[in-house]
């Protein structure tokens, strides 16, 4: 067995980065650039007003309080004229400024008629309320840069610019294998025995949650040869193998064998943790294997903790193997050493509580659960305000 530390270590050192592909922007949402995006124009591309009002050519020489200006047109007019200093352009937000006005008086602070305005100009300043061209970016500008994750507000901002599309790490294609005789699906009928396949579902939530779409589940028999060939098969169809179950000591778990005989090799099999220590990893020349344990609470936990960091760093994501935060303790929590713990908890006003039903069959905290807490190897007690690393699941 190795410890937590070491296998991360030793998962980082065989991280892939996916390919590079273009997509166009709506289908980028949570993908992250692969490449610096520059600006193909200026934006805004011209001088515009930012408020509704009056589009004036500022006066230098002007002392007085308040001005009187006669209005000359308004957007949407017709040809825009060349402003003089005693001329006023009624406009709107996001028009062209009328070539040689400078400011725009927003239309609260004027009293107006027909044709003619009046308004204290000591409220104001040259370039008051206009926007010039090139005031959120210039041409050939670095707008967004490798490795940014693509959230709505940059979608926004590369429309903002022209940009179609984006060139992203591709997500990988993943395969999960669910393993044991024992499991029914979702609607059928349990016998004795038996129990409903939670780890299936659970797994293709969590690639959905990461932006991976290209996921299928398959069911296999708890036989050395069917697990073999579908092995065979599916490291020739995919990017990263998940099994769930088979991979511990017991006379029907057959993964690792399967993996050994499809030449997989392996990088560790077995961490001094809980819940999850039977956890297999391995590489081929193209491909990610991981084999979690059956049980559903080692799953969750193995998944979050080794493969989503795996997953993410092949999306082009950077800190990937960092906690989410430092936490106090809301209660007391005693172990023995020397393995670490996650443990479900539940983020309070006074810190994190560590929950009950920590066994790792049981799912039942996963209702309330929203952090997973990282107890080290060597900490036996925990008293109530400890400071601890927390995973957000």
């Not at 002007?62 to 006669?70: A, G, V, Y």
């Not at 023995?336 to 479900?344: A, E, G, S």
Request: hydrophobic share 35%.
């Amino acid at each position: 067995m190795i410890a937590v530390e070491k296998a991360k270590e030793i998962l980082s050192d065989n991280a892939r980065r996916g390919k590079t592909i273009k997509l166009p922007i709506a289908q980028t949402l949570g993908l992250v650039t692969a490449e610096d995006i520059y600006s193909p124009c200026d934006v805004p591309n011209f001088d515009n007003s930012a408020m509704d009002g009056y589009a004036i050519k500022w006066d230098e020489g002007n002392n007085r309080r308040k001005l009187n200006l006669s209005v000359s047109g308004k957007a949407g007019s017709g040809q825009i004229p060349q402003l003089s200093p005693d001329q006023a352009f009624r406009i709107f937000t996001g028009a062209p400024m009328p070539a040689g006005s400078d400011t725009v008086i927003p239309q609260e602070y004027v009293e107006s008629s027909a044709d003619e305005l009046t308004f204290e100009i000591d409220r104001f300043k040259k370039g008051s309320n206009v926007r010039l061209q090139g005031n959120q970016n210039n041409k050939g500008d670095l707008i967004l840069k490798s490795e940014s994750k693509i959230t709505p507000g940059t979608i926004g901002l590369l429309a903002s610019v022209g940009i179609t599309e984006v060139p992203v790490y591709a997500p990988p294609s993943i395969a999960v294998v669910v393993t044991g005789d024992e499991l029914k699906e979702i609607g059928e009928k349990l016998a004795y025995g038996e129990i409903y396949n939670s780890n299936g579902p659970t797994l293709q939530a969590y690639l959905k949650h990461l932006g991976v779409e290209s996921s299928k589940v398959y069911k296999v028999k708890d036989d050395a040869e069917s697990l073999g060939m579908l092995v065979k098969d599916l490291l020739s169809q995919y990017d990263i193998l998940l099994f769930s179950g088979g991979i511990s000591v017991g006379d029907y778990d057959f993964v690792k064998e399967a993996l050994y005989a499809n030449r997989v090799e392996e990088l560790f099999y077995k961490i001094k943790q809980r819940p999850g220590k039977p956890l297999f990893a391995g590489k081929t020349e193209n491909q990610l294997v991981f084999a979690l344990p059956g049980n559903p609470a080692s799953v969750i936990n193995c998944f979050n903790q080794y493969v989503k960091p795996m997953i993410k760093h092949w999306m082009g994501h950077s800190d990937v193997w960092a906690s989410s935060a430092y936490l106090p303790t809301a209660n007391s929590f005693e172990k023995k050493p020397p393995l670490t713990f996650f443990l479900k908890g539940q983020i309070t006003p006074e810190g994190v509580r560590i929950l009950g039903g920590q066994e790792s069959f049981n799912l039942i905290s996963f209702g309330v659960c929203d952090v997973f807490v990282e107890i080290p190897e060597e900490m036996c007690t925990v008293e109530e305000g400890t400071l601890l690393k927390v995973y957000y699941w």
